[in-house]
């Protein structure tokens, strides 16, 4: 499992490279593309992250101890959380569509025009990453959805929960990617502006 | 994977760590800090230092790395090395081609 993550890190890494050079070579537009970025929701849905990981690393825990009942309840509370985030997320998207600041299909920058290129190139790596992340979340649901079938028929002992530790590890690993994207979308120019 | 069996106050200790550390992300954003200092991209290396703390909490103790063994740990240190090879030399790339410039703004 570790090992795909690390193919993993290369992935995004590809695209956090992107970033960096995107912001280097246009800063002033980059910040002005990010100001339309709501720094309340995107925090709330760091918040919830953290809290999914925590019911994550319980539900491991419960599964460790044996005890399916805990592990089960663990698990739906983890998926009910990745919900509210795409939940969140949703809502975020049909904002920037309604706003105009959705690249290539309906995208109309009306502030500085220097800075348009460099703004729909941030909304577009914004929507790569966030989306791409995003597809994952889906993925980690997917497979807690199959972990809590497999936990309700009994299928872990703490000597076998081998299945279990590896969503965590795959659930951590989609939230610490978002603990970076979080400061590094939303936060580049002070809030209250 | 390794058993060991964490206990839960050690969750909720980290889990309130990463919620703090949450808090401190948006705080630090409000503040200028690079006009403050004059220090150019500290308001950025501030950011990502939390974001890399709290990456470590994460992996260390969610994802029980501080009780893995030493080849989860290669594969673990693998990963950012391999990122920071990729992110820095490319990135050194650009700037001695021009395309970047290295300068305080």
């Known amino acids: ?193 | 994977m390794s058993g060991h069996i964490v206990p839960k106050k050690t969750y909720y200790t980290i889990f309130l760590l990463l919620m703090i550390l949450l808090a401190v992300t948006v705080l630090i954003a409000y503040l200028d800090l690079d006009h403050a200092t004059g220090i150019g991209g500290l308001n950025i290396i501030v950011a990502l230092s939390i974001a890399f703390t709290k990456m470590m909490l994460v992996v260390m103790y969610f994802m029980h790395m501080k009780w893995s063994n030493k080849l989860t740990w290669i594969f673990g240190g693998a990963s950012i090395l391999w990122l920071v090879i990729m992110l820095v030399i490319t990135m050194a790339d650009y700037i001695s081609r021009g395309w970047v410039m290295f300068t305080n703004r």
């Open chain 1, 1 to 193: 499992m570790w090992a795909f993550l690390v193919t993993e890190v290369m992935f995004f890494g590809g695209l956090f490279l992107a970033y960096t050079f995107l912001r280097w070579k246009h800063h002033d537009a980059v910040v002005a593309a990010s100001g339309h970025l709501d720094w309340i929701l995107g925090g709330v849905n760091t918040g919830v992250l953290l809290v999914s990981s925590l019911t994550m690393a319980m539900a491991v825990h419960a599964a460790q101890e044996g005890k399916r009942k805990a592990t089960v309840n663990f698990l739906i509370l983890t998926m009910i959380l990745g919900a509210v985030f795409l939940g969140v997320k949703a809502f975020e998207y049909s904002h920037k569509w309604h706003d105009g600041l959705f690249p290539g299909f309906n995208f109309h920058w009306i502030e500085n025009p220097a800075y348009a290129g460099g703004a729909e190139m941030f909304l577009f790596l914004y929507f790569v990453m966030t989306g791409l992340h995003g597809l994952h979340m889906v993925v980690g649901i997917g497979l807690v959805a199959w972990i809590i079938k497999r936990a309700n028929r009994g299928d872990f002992t703490p000597e076998y929960n081998i299945p279990v530790e590896i969503t965590g590890l795959y659930w951590h690993f989609v939230d610490i990617v978002w603990i970076f994207l979080y400061p590094l979308l939303y936060l580049i120019q002070p809030p209250h502006h």
